[in-house]
């Protein structure tokens, strides 16, 4: 049974910083890709970012380039998410997630076989 959990979220003003965590029951390294992403209430679910499993290869959604940036430490079987900048339009539950599949494909909403229960950011004017 995969168990992934998310923490570090909470309330944050404009222009702060948060550092999100993902840590995998067992070992992460049996996924070859890791992600992150968010659903703001009303809205539909979107990808974050990704990170391949060398952490060599990374994607993110346009509106975080240059504020977020993932990484993974495969020894602590933990995913990071560095999110600078924030703003209030990044208020949403934030999700990791885990695949055997490539990273580039986690643009894909459906694409991942697994999901955390997520972690809530809320971003003050």
């Known amino acids: 049974q995969v168990q992934l959990v998310e923490s570090g979220g909470g309330l944050v003003q404009a222009g702060g910083s948060l550092r999100l965590s993902c840590a995998g029951s067992?070992?992460?390294?049996?996924?070859?890709?890791m992600g992150w992403y968010r659903q703001a209430p009303g809205k539909q679910r979107e990808f974050v970012a990704a990170?391949?499993?060398?952490?060599?290869?990374?994607y993110y959604a346009d509106s975080v380039k240059g504020r977020v940036t993932i990484s993974r430490d495969n020894a602590k079987n933990t995913v990071y998410l560095q999110m600078n900048s924030l703003k209030p339009e990044d208020t949403a539950v934030y999700y990791c997630?885990?695949?055997?599949?490539?990273?580039?494909?986690?643009?894909?909403?459906?694409?991942?076989?697994?999901w955390g229960q997520g972690t809530q950011v809320t971003v003050s004017s």
């Open positions: 997630a885990a695949t055997f599949r490539p990273a580039q494909g986690m643009s894909g909403t459906h694409y991942a076989d697994y």
């Open positions: 067992g070992s992460i390294l049996r996924f070859n890709a």
């Open positions: 990170i391949g499993w060398s952490g060599s290869s990374t």
